[in-house]
């Protein structure tokens, strides 16, 4: 009840008391708000315009992975071999009840544009990521670690891995 009061007092003085020149002013901000944000909405939502950043699995036995440097006694970091992939919204299905169980993993289609998967090498890394590989790809910095665990358990034997680039 005492918001319609309120907002009796503010179109009281919005409409009466201020000048033409102020409210034509307050008028145009108000339809530019508006404006970018249909625009924005239309972009985003309705048109999916936009690119996702996500990582995929990785197979550190055929390709260069990336992985997470974690600190020992640190349990939430995983460690599990990742490629990177950039991929337009609009190219990706919709998930059915937003169940990520029932998604499909993001793939790059054939001859598919504003897609690009990215394997670990010097120059891609980030900080806190190390590169995990194939040894018979030949890949500098290596530090032999022939017992990697991976996250599911797994022993991964003779694995190299790449020191993170200072």
Excluded at 108 to 113: A, M, P, R, T
Aim: glycine residues 4%.
């Amino acid at each position: 009840m005492w918001i319609a009061e309120y907002l009796k007092i503010f179109w009281y003085i919005l409409l009466i008391k201020v000048d033409t020149k102020s409210k034509g002013l307050m008028a145009l901000v108000l339809l530019m708000v508006a404006g970018a944000t249909v625009w924005k909405y239309d972009t985003f939502i309705t048109n999916r315009d936009f690119m996702v950043y996500d990582q995929i699995s990785c197979n550190p036995t055929l390709e260069s992975c990336f992985v997470y440097v974690c600190e020992e006694g640190y349990e939430e970091c995983d460690n599990s071999p990742f490629k990177k992939i950039e991929k337009n919204a609009k190219n990706i299905t919709l998930c059915p009840n937003y169940n990520k169980d029932s998604c499909s993993a993001l793939t790059c289609l054939d001859g598919e544009k504003e897609c690009t998967i990215t394997l670990c090498t010097d120059e891609t890394l980030a900080v806190g990521e190390m590169c995990v590989f194939n040894p018979e790809a030949g890949v500098f910095h290596e530090i032999e670690d022939p017992n990697m665990i991976l996250s599911d358990g797994s022993e991964q034997q003779g694995a190299s891995i790449i020191q993170p680039v200072d």
